[in-house]
């Protein structure tokens, strides 16, 4: 779609500034470059972190997930789907960790309604050459305790509680028919979002893919046209984007010194929203502020709000390709003999521990703060400055270009790990799409939100 700005800069005697040098593009080219490796070392040491915090299967992701199977595989049972396939399905579902054997066995005993079951999986752990940590051989003799029929005293009670959540309410309510009414209900109503949930994903997968076949054949039918932005103030927008990275990553870094504010949501909203102060770079540099928000698709029409709408959409059969392709690499990698993990967020961690407030706050950064911010510096000056480079290149190589080398940036520097990288790629490839062939960040910025909001409210709901 050619905007009035590309007609503009392609006419005889455009009023434009002097082009940038190509060496200064080179040189913030460099800047990105090292600060990349900056994140990636960043990411690897959390990781690492992670990697020891999660020795403990009590701590992090491996906590949550656990509490989140277990309670829809007894809530599905609630349901009345059948046991026996259910209780496969759970031991491959919950894993190998010591916490997700507990939690097998307590779920087990609360199916069958027999405490021996239980306790024979916890003599078995307790026998097994897995080393087991202070927690959770405590945990494990806890419960040993329990099912031989001893009463636990309030601390231990509330401790099994702490670490294992609603599976330890699970485990203390065996044999009092209200408390397991209550945890029953609790169970159910999880079940039935999350099979919902599942039965209106697959419909909006299925719109997705008709999207898909309208926007492959909409370059041939003329609908779409794919016009290449002026070349007029190349570099300008790798030096904007190479700030905007500087800005925040460094502001992230003096953070980590400030333990208090880094934990803090609102905090690490306001160091987003402060990356905004970048947009004056063009115009510092001379371009008039008319140009630039041409160039960067940052002219709003009422009809990107569908259109967001659309692209998320849309977005669905490359997120679910993604999923597909990082889960078969993580079984690829499990059966030489790596564990890569488990793709995680700083902010899912965060999740049991937040309150009300804290949960405002997380919707607030990762709904609206990052999808704004980081739309108007990837698939607006990142992706301008890509598409400028290549502009002497053939449509489709342009275009191609511009999409993946923007959209690995923008998936690699998140702190998912390499593992979340495959996800996020073809997300983001989706988001710049649209953004080229519509000329607006504001379709894929509006999806952006839409993406990250369900994530929140996802989490909010199932892991709380």
Known sequence: METEAYARAASPGANSPPPARRGQALLAWAVIVVLIGLVLF?????????????????????????????????????????????????????????????????????????????????????????????????????????????????????WLKEKFGWVGRLALAYGEDEALAVLAAEAKRLALALLIGSAVALLLLMVGLVLWTFALIAPFQGWVRFVPPPDTHVGIYAEKFALYMALYFGGSF??????????????????????????????????????????????????DLPLGIATELAALPCILLGALTMLGTMRLLRSWGYDPGMPSHPLG????????????????????????????????????????????????????????????????????????????????????????????VYPSMVAHMIHNGTICLVVLTLLR
């Open 349 to 440: 961690e965060m999740v049991a521990d937040l309150g009300w407030w804290g949960a405002v706050q997380m919707v607030f950064v990762a709904a609206i703060c990052a999808p704004v911010v980081e739309e108007i510096f990837f698939r607006g000056a990142l992706y301008t400055h890509l598409s400028q480079t290549a502009r002497g290149w053939s449509t489709l190589g342009r275009v191609g270009f511009a999409v993946l080398v923007s959209s690995f940036v923008f998936a690699v520097v998140h702190p998912q790990g390499w593992l979340g990288t495959l996800l996020l790629t073809p997300l983001a490839a989706v988001f710049a799409l649209v953004r080229e062939a519509r000329g607006s």
């Open 42 to 158: 960043r990411n690897a040491a959390r990781y690492a972190a992670n990697e020891e915090a999660e020795a403990d299967s009590f701590n992090g992701t491996a906590r949550l997930a656990m509490q989140l199977q277990s309670r829809y595989l007894y809530g599905v049972m609630e349901l009345g789907f059948p046991v026996e396939t259910l209780l496969d399905q759970g031991r491959e579902a919950l894993g190998d960790t010591p916490s997700s054997a507990m939690a097998y066995a307590i779920l087990l005993a609360a199916i069958t309604e027999q405490e021996r079951v239980g306790l024979a999986l916890l003599e078995e752990l307790e026998s097994s050459e897995q080393s087991l940590s202070a927690d959770e051989q405590h945990a494990c003799e806890l419960l040993s305790r329990w099912y031989e029929g001893e009463q636990l005293d309030e601390g231990e009670r509330s």
């Open 254 to 303: 003096a953070l980590s010194f400030w333990p208090a504010a880094a934990k803090n949501l609102g905090v690490n909203g306001l160091l987003i929203l402060s990356c905004l102060v970048v947009l004056v770079w063009p115009v510092l540099r001379g371009v008039p502020w008319a140009r630039v928000q041409e160039e960067m698709g940052l002219r709003f029409r009422w009809a």
